[in-house]
């Protein structure tokens, strides 16, 4: 079945970039998500990717796409301590008919002040 | 910004016990999802809902689940007789269409004893 592998845990300080990476087995996967989930609270979207895009930038947030290797990326220029938290990569593959999200692990983000 | 709602945050049942959690999804949304997270786990898919039947069911969901929309506005997960391993967190999501992006709302820990 699809798999999804991600770190478990990265430290950055303040002002520094933080990368994300994000490994992924099905190769029809058509959408990836990123979600963000902040201590006690729920799931936050925070960005997605068409499989057939490269990149996909929003304010703070880059996403980098490589299909060939499978391999997603979260890129958070500027990092601030509020972006402590654990960050979550997912994917669908909605053109088995199917709309279930396989999900990472996640990766927990420290920002350190 | 409208949102998905859960109740209540936090349930704890005894071994053997009916627990129904309810979720109220974003009001244009059609489709609507429960996913589940085991402490330290990876979010699971536990079931889709879409024009008042099941779409997609994980293997995880047995004939200990079902899911209802009772009204316009709710979408309940009962879990006919609890077990310890019930025990974990358990989201609520929905979305407009299939292929679209599923909100998620906070969520409800369940503690099984």
């Known amino acids: 079945g699809e798999d999804v592998e991600q770190s478990l845990f990265l430290s950055v300080r303040e002002g520094d970039s933080s990368v994300i990476n994000c490994t992924y087995t099905d190769s029809s996967s058509t959408y990836l998500y990123w979600y963000k989930q902040e201590p006690g609270a729920g799931l936050q979207l925070l960005t997605y990717i068409f499989s057939n895009m490269d990149m996909k930038q929003d304010q703070r947030l880059t996403v980098l796409l490589n299909k060939k290797d499978k391999h997603l990326s979260l890129r958070i220029a500027d990092t601030q301590t509020g972006d402590s938290a654990i960050y979550f990569c997912a994917e669908i593959d909605s053109g088995a008919g199917s709309y279930q999200l396989t999900f990472g692990k996640g990766t927990k983000l420290s920002v350190i002040p | 910004e409208p949102e998905v709602t859960q109740t209540p945050s936090h349930q704890v049942t005894q071994m053997g016990q009916e627990v129904i959690l309810r979720c109220v999804p974003i009001?244009?949304?059609?489709?609507f999802y429960w996913y589940r997270q085991i402490l330290g786990q990876k979010v699971e898919f536990l079931v889709s809902f879409y024009n008042n039947e099941i779409s997609e069911k994980s293997e995880i969901f047995d004939d200990q689940f079902s899911v209802e929309r009772p009204d316009g506005s709710n979408f309940t997960l009962k879990i006919r007789s609890t077990k310890l391993e019930d025990s974990a967190m358990y989201f609520c999501a929905s979305s407009r269409e299939g292929t679209d992006t599923q909100y998620f709302g906070p969520g409800t820990r369940l503690t099984v004893l």
């Open positions: 009001s244009n949304h059609l489709y």
